[in-house]
């Protein structure tokens, strides 16, 4: 799984993998088991690409097509229990139950093309907006009209639609392009669309599908409130229209659903789709049919926008990492859900509590911390009776009914610290006013001072509030998934840091994990639909940029410094690596005028393909007869026109080339600035651009060279600076960069 039950902001992910895919937040609670499937074990779900039929025929034609390759139907068979779904959009193709010896028979059908078994894909805010230099009434929000006339679409668990986040006051009919329909309890100018392709009902009973909605484009919604955290609720862009698609189940996603929703997402006209699902490793682009569907729509102007994965923080543990989508990962805000635990010997430790008492417990209790008992395992509850029990915090629900069960059994109270991979990032639960949750640091301070025999161990608890303002942020959350890209080592991935620890949003009014109206959960999930908000302020106020003009807004105007001036920081508080954060933290007032944009159009990207995969991958993933790899130059993943520059560790001379586009003042002038250590020479020509109008393109190459040492990965940065504008790209030089990708190594 993906995310995690308990924050602020608004943002979604999607990935997919050949591995079970899953919803990117993190849910502790355990998932249902799964019915059994009352079919022939023989028969699995096929997903077929095949040729598009001879003639530009419509949708009857295309589906006419795609039965014709499926074999003769059993007595007492319907055509509908074979063909699940037919696709036109994504690519031309079908989903079908079929047998091993059925599939061999299609496979030999004139105009077949590949098929891959259908997968699982997993599921991997009041103050986020604020967090992010948006307020309401001025600045860049009002400037973008708060996205309205955009639509953001999701795939996810649908939506509960009569949540007053999706409330359409102040919201203006949908645009005459919009071409779908909504079936939903209740639709309007803010849920324009929603539908199904698991079942006939697009309300949401996981939860997570509302979250994210309401993260990138929820209304305005004052009172907002779950546990302390309070404030007027809002999407990141509450002006924006949401078309919802439903493709996910009981926190599973079926990659043939999700296709389906894809598909009719690019029909319909999103302009922005919000993917909040992946899976748990990378596979390559041409056997990778979500990755292929994407590209579909990014073709035809569609930004998808998706999560990076919540295995972190496991090297190369990326996902949804193709170059023509946004992958975002996922840090902290500087709020805080303060709670002081007070011990004995005069030390006060700052911990969170989502749950709190207005007024501080005056009286101290014991402290008990067993080893053998370290996860709250206590089958004798009568020992805990009176006191403060502290154990190493899990995301389990078998912990959750524990800590429960010692509240019930008379304990005063239980701390919670994380564990050494979570550090300083504390993904909250919500419990009584009894659970406190600490860091691994103050962890050991507890446990020392628990285990200490010179004194009697005491502690009490006192209760903050919300505390805003807290310092360092943003933070690297433990669980998001780091880069580099095993698939393209050359393109540096994650693209974006993005809010996704202990998120406020909208929630159904009861689901199996939570009840509403607001929930707070993490994940990489609820990073995605915040990036997605901003893409929608961004195509609001740039109707014509292309999806890659606004990629590099964002990334080009990131920030790579935290609240206090340093380095942002990971889990651990030790400086982030690029592979943790991107480019740096979303900076959505900056993203707006970004001076210069590296832009990548279909034959961009078609070339990287040819270099990648050769004329086979071609043709699966771009689909597109006028373009072939004999007419198309060759373009290796480190020369393509991206907005970050990564580059191979070598003592001699390497180049790269970009192009830049001037989408700010027609006359204007850029001075190049590069940061690097003594280790790494770089070298910019030509050092000055100078543009006379705007869409003017420049083209510049940087050329590097490093002392080889023990050094893995080297960090520096490219800034073309004019007298409004610093355009920013990191410059990566890594071990792992050199010679071809690791993808023509993978069978």
Known sequence: MASFPNFLPPLVLLATLFSTPALCYINPSTARPQQNVAEPSA?????????????????????????????????????????????????SGFTARLTKAELDSV????????????????????????????????????????????????????????????????????????KGSCKAARCNNKLIGAKSFVGDDSGDEVGHGTHTSSTAAGNFVPGAYHGVGT???????PGAHVAMYKVCADNQCDESAILAGLDAA???????????????????????????????????????????????????????????LLTVAAGTVDRSFGAEVRLGNGKRIHGEALTQEAKPRSKSYPILFSEARRYCEYGDENSVAGKIIVCEATVSEFQKSQVRSLIGAGAAGVVLFNDDTSGYTTLLRDYNSTVVQVTAADGAILTSYAASSETRSLAAFNYNNTLLGIRPAPVVSWFSSRGPSFIIPGVLKPDILAPGLNILAAWPPKTDSASGPFNIISGTSMATPHISGVAALLKSIHPSWSPAAIKSAILTTSDMVNSTGGSILDQHHTKASVYDTGAGHVNVTRAADPGLVYDLGITDYAGYICWLLGNDGLATIVRNSSLTCTKLPKIEDVQLNYPTITMPMTSTPFTVNRTVTNVGPATSTYTAKVDAPKSLVVRVFPETLTFS???????????????????????GSLRWVSERHVVRSPIVVSAGAAGRSLVKNIT
């Open 43 to 91: 028969y699995r779900t096929y997903i077929v690409l095949v040729e598009p039929p001879s003639s530009d025929a419509g949708e009857d034609a295309h589906r006419r097509w795609h039965e014709s390759f499926l074999p003769s139907l059993h007595a007492g068979e319907s055509i509908e229990s074979r063909l699940l779904h037919s696709y036109t959009e994504v690519f």
């Open 107 to 178: 496979a030999k059908k004139p105009g077949f093309l590949r098929a891959f078994p259908d997968r699982k894909l997993q599921l991997m805010t009041t103050h986020t907006p604020a967090f992010l230099g948006l307020r309401n009434g001025t600045g860049f929000w009002s400037e973008a009209r708060y996205g309205k006339g955009v639509i953001v679409g999701l795939l996810d668990t649908g939506i509960h639609a009569t949540h007053p986040s999706f409330d359409d006051h102040g919201i203006p009919p949908p645009p005459p392009r919009w």
């Open 231 to 237: 404030g007027t609720a809002a999407g990141i862009a």
């Open 266 to 324: 690019i029909k319909d006209g999103v302009d922005v789709l919000s993917i909040s699902l992946g899976g748990n490793t990378g596979t390559r682009f041409d056997q990778d049919p979500m990755a292929i569907g994407a590209f579909s729509a990014v073709s035809k102007g569609v930004l998808v926008v998706c999560a990076a994965g919540n295995n972190g923080p496991t090297p190369a543990s990326i996902t949804n990492d193709a170059p023509w």
């Open 693 to 715: 109008k705007a869409g003017e393109k420049k083209t510049f190459s940087v050329t590097v060279s490093s002392r080889i040492g023990k050094e893995v990965l080297i960090e």
